[in-house]
């Protein structure tokens, strides 16, 4: 998931807000996500402001657990590669995974791991504006994931301006 509609300033990049329309699409993606019956065993979340406060919002959108979450400050600054070594690195105790981080990482990241069989997959390179999420199946472990190697399963195209 991209994060949520962030102010436009903020003492720094890494601290800058959610805006109001940026906590109600949170909170509306975890309504989204918990209607089609997905509850995250962990939540990745680049520690910067907005993400931990989008975090948050879906958590209370879906109804869940708020210590699901992991912040890493190196998701902030990631770029795809960096991103999906990462997901790499997940417990394979861990069967259902969630990233909220920062574009350009996480549409590459998506458009990365499509494998293309998904009904969806031509969504994702119509852009992924904030709030966007995607939902990918995966059977294997995580530390074998690489292009082409998820499936497309449902899209949220987020929030357009």
């Not at 918990?34 to 939540?43: G, H, Q, S, Y």
């Not at 293309?116 to 997959?121: D, M």
Request: proline share 3%.
């Amino acid at each position: 998931m991209r994060h949520s509609k962030a102010e436009h300033t903020g003492p720094t990049d890494f601290d800058r807000t959610l805006s109001e329309r940026g906590h109600v699409d949170a909170t509306v993606v975890g309504e989204w996500l918990a209607a089609l019956e997905i509850t995250p065993d962990l939540a990745l979340v680049s520690g910067a402001t907005r993400t931990v406060q989008t975090w948050e919002d879906v958590a209370a959108g879906a109804g869940w657990d708020l210590d699901l979450a992991e912040y890493d400050e190196a998701l902030y600054e990631a770029g795809t590669t960096t991103a999906l070594d990462l997901i790499r690195d997940t417990s394979e105790e861990i069967g259902c995974l969630m990233v909220i981080g920062h574009n350009p990482t996480i549409a590459n990241l998506a458009e990365l791991l499509d494998d293309g069989a998904g009904e969806q997959s031509d969504e994702l390179v119509l852009g992924y504006p904030t709030s966007a999420v995607a939902v990918f199946s995966y059977d294997g472990e995580w530390s074998d994931l690489d292009e082409a190697g998820a499936t497309v399963v449902a899209f949220r195209p987020g929030a357009r301006v």
